[in-house]
């Protein structure tokens, strides 16, 4: 029934591998089948770690997680054994789930754990991005959000031809960009805000910026 429509990436029997490919995958990862308990980590604590999470239905034979999980905004909750039609059903939900995203602009989205809370963001919302070390800040309408991942890292996972590094330290969203002076660069709702183009980064900046 799905079989023109679903294209399997990888299937995995640790939590190691899956974290993984997800991590380098060059394709858009849609959807992720989970159980609940995995060798060395739970289902839970694997979709927690995800800093990039695609739409995510977990599988499992146990009921006490359901409701964590829906904390924790899973498309659905498949109880083994499950009939095919129930499986269905769950697919239809990510199509649609899907549909939406594309018809906002955007099916990209990037998943930031802050304070204890678990958030879903439009990636087409994000502003610029600060590293610090480790850490990096991700600004939405100047509101920023800590998140241990290293720079390099984060800029796989957003699409190139909307986010350029522009110095060692940042990444913005081109679409964002208001102005440039003298190698500086201003965005929108920042009025006091001057990032720096490095000059290691000048020629991918321009020959990216030009193109919009």
Same mark, same amino acid.
């Given at each position: 029934? %799905? *079989?023109?429509?679903?294209?399997?990436?990888?299937?995995?029997d640790?939590?190691? =591998?899956?974290e993984a490919?997800?991590?380098?995958?060059?394709k858009?990862? #849609?959807?992720?089948?989970? #159980?609940?308990?995995l &060798? *060395?980590?739970?289902?839970?604590?694997?979709? =927690?770690?995800?800093?990039?999470?695609?739409?995510?239905i977990?599988?499992?034979s146990?009921?006490?997680?359901?409701?964590?999980?829906?904390?924790?905004?899973?498309?659905?909750?498949?109880?083994?054994?499950?009939?095919?039609?129930r %499986?269905?059903?769950?697919?239809?939900?990510? /199509?649609?789930?899907?549909?939406?995203?594309?018809?906002?602009g955007?099916?990209?989205?990037?998943?930031?754990?802050? /304070?204890?809370?678990?958030?879903?963001?439009?990636?087409?919302? +994000? #502003?610029?991005?600060? =590293?610090y070390?480790?850490? +990096?800040k991700?600004?939405?309408?100047?509101?920023?959000?800590?998140?241990?991942?290293a720079l390099?890292?984060?800029?796989?996972?957003?699409?190139? !031809?909307? %986010?350029?590094?522009i110095?060692?330290? %940042?990444?913005v969203?081109?679409?964002?960009?208001?102005?440039?002076? !003298?190698? /500086?660069?201003?965005?929108? *709702?920042?009025e006091?805000? !001057?990032? &720096?183009?490095?000059?290691?980064q000048?020629?991918?900046?321009?020959?990216?910026?030009? /193109?919009?």
């Amino acid at each position: 029934m %799905f *079989g023109d429509e679903l294209n399997i990436l990888g299937v995995f029997d640790s939590v190691e =591998s899956a974290e993984a490919f997800i991590k380098n995958c060059e394709k858009k990862v #849609d959807l992720i089948f989970v #159980d609940v308990i995995l &060798p *060395g980590k739970n289902g839970i604590d694997f979709i =927690s770690d995800l800093f990039i999470m695609p739409y995510i239905i977990m599988t499992t034979s146990y009921d006490s997680y359901a409701v964590k999980a829906f904390e924790m905004n899973v498309v659905d909750y498949l109880k083994k054994p499950f009939i095919y039609r129930r %499986f269905v059903q769950s697919i239809q939900k990510v /199509k649609k789930l899907i549909k939406m995203d594309e018809d906002k602009g955007s099916n990209e989205t990037l998943i930031l754990k802050n /304070k204890g809370a678990i958030t879903r963001f439009l990636i087409k919302d +994000i #502003d610029y991005i600060e =590293s610090y070390s480790d850490y +990096i800040k991700i600004y939405i309408k100047k509101d920023a959000f800590l998140h241990l991942i290293a720079l390099r890292d984060i800029l796989k996972k957003l699409p190139s !031809e909307k %986010f350029v590094q522009i110095h060692r330290r %940042f990444i913005v969203n081109i679409e964002k960009i208001t102005s440039i002076n !003298e190698n /500086k660069i201003y965005l929108d *709702g920042y009025e006091d805000l !001057e990032l &720096p183009i490095s000059r290691a980064q000048r020629k991918n900046f321009y020959s990216l910026f030009l /193109k919009q």
